[in-house]
């Protein structure tokens, strides 16, 4: 039997896009997103953009807002101070709930990791967490 396999809609792209030129940098906290402009420049309608922005405001990642176009969101410190925290706490937990020695991810790997997450605190480089 052969597996289907769901393909992205315009809508899922948009989102994607979106979101990696937030966590790039290229779209600023604070910036403003027209949803005319931004539909022209994806080549789709504004009913599949509306979909992908409101994705992207249940992640956290822009403000919708009333008659004005949505907004890039901006974090504080603190916010990613708390994000980290979370995250450390769910991948503990998850790494405990691993029984099978054998899938538990490389030690060296995590820490690598985690070290590069605290750098891109450190740094003020939010996006960096996200890639």
């Known amino acids: 039997m052969e597996k289907i396999t769901k393909q992205a809609t315009l809508a899922d792209r948009a ?4 979101k990696k030129m937030i966590i790039t940098g290229e779209l600023k ?3 403003e997103l027209p949803e005319e402009k931004l539909a022209h420049e994806l080549g789709i ?3 599949p953009l509306r979909e992908a922005l409101k994705r992207l405001a ?3 990642l822009i403000e919708l807002r009333n008659l004005k176009p949505a907004v ?3 974090f504080t410190s603190q916010d990613i101070i708390e994000i980290m925290e979370l ?12 029984t099978d020695v054998e899938q538990r991810p490389n030690i060296d790997e995590l820490m690598v990791n985690s070290e590069r997450q605290l750098q891109a605190v450190q740094e003020k480089k939010w996006w960096n967490l996200w890639i």
């Not at 989102?15 to 979106?18: A, K, R, S």
């Not at 995250?87 to 691993?98: A, P, Q, S, V, W």
């Open 15 to 18: 989102y994607e896009y979106i």
């Open 29 to 31: 906290p604070g910036q």
């Open 45 to 47: 309608s504004r009913t």
């Open 58 to 60: 249940m992640d956290a």
């Open 72 to 74: 890039v969101a901006a």
């Open 87 to 98: 995250r450390r706490l769910l991948e503990i937990k998850g790494l405990e709930n691993l």
